[in-house]
């Protein structure tokens, strides 16, 4: 068993985090701090494949869309992994996106709430990522977020059987309990 002995004496840098185990769990740095999370539910999963499967049939040729895990380096301290993201395809290296995404979706679990719904929301805002959205596959819900003069300003939020309709990144429209059961 190999041990990683990470520094104490400053904050964590993208270098940092690339020495870090592959071990099923998922590794981001918020403004130098390391946020480790477990594997996540099969419902959260479901989510996350049924909105991969909706936006890859909405999104036009020059948008890629990916999962988690996939490093999103918003700054050299901050690295996180979006459950869901949309980003132009010029902003892709073989191992990160070194730019903001045109969208970024959060599915929330116990876990990863707090973080998901402030600190994550912040930090995409900050780096100018058009659009944000957090899917509760408890509610089932989705809510979103567009980034308005450079704020981000709640768009939408649909519960249930309500649906929910996209122009931002791509056309598209969801119901958010179809998206757990």
């Not at 700054?75 to 045109?102: E, K």
């Not at 659009?131 to 450079?150: H, M, Q």
Request: aromatic share 4%; glycine share 2%.
């Amino acid at each position: 068993m190999t041990v990683t002995v990470l520094p104490q004496s400053r904050p964590l840098t993208a270098d940092d985090l690339a020495v870090l185990p592959d071990d099923g769990h998922r590794y981001e740095l918020i403004d130098g701090t390391l946020i480790v999370t477990p594997a996540p539910s099969w419902r959260h999963q479901r989510a996350v494949v049924r909105l991969m499967t909706a936006l890859v049939s909405a999104a036009p040729g020059d948008l890629e869309v990916l999962t988690a895990p996939f490093d999103v380096r918003l700054a050299n301290d901050t690295v996180l992994q979006p459950d869901v993201l949309v980003c132009r395809l010029a902003d892709l290296t073989q191992r990160h996106l070194r730019a903001a995404p045109v969208l970024a979706i959060e599915v929330l679990s116990p876990s990863t709430r707090l973080v998901d719904l402030n600190l994550k929301r912040a930090r995409y805002e900050a780096a100018g990522c058009p659009a944000y959205w957090v899917v509760d596959p408890d509610a089932p819900s989705i809510t979103a977020w567009e980034l308005r003069n450079g704020a981000y300003v709640e768009v939408a939020t649909c519960v249930a059987a309500e649906v929910f309709t996209s122009t931002q990144p791509c056309a598209m429209t969801l119901v958010p309990v179809d998206l757990v059961t």
